[in-house]
């Protein structure tokens, strides 16, 4: 599974300390989703990501 969070914070003009305001997902755990250090993150932290985006939680996530 491959979480698309960097290209669709981009698309919104988020920084991620405001991503991480706004979803209430640590800024911290935000860098570490997208550079892969955590490469499966819970579905509760993808659907605050999503909904702090507007998008679903589809849109963020990608099969391999």
Do not use: F
């Amino acid at each position: 599974m491959k979480i698309k969070l960097e290209e669709y914070r981009k698309k919104r003009k988020l920084t991620q300390a405001q991503l991480a305001k706004i979803s209430g997902v640590p800024q911290p755990m935000i860098s570490m989703i997208e550079s892969k250090s955590v490469p499966n993150p819970t579905i509760g932290t993808i659907y605050k990501l999503a909904s702090a985006m507007k998008c679903t939680t589809d849109d963020l996530i990608e099969e391999e």
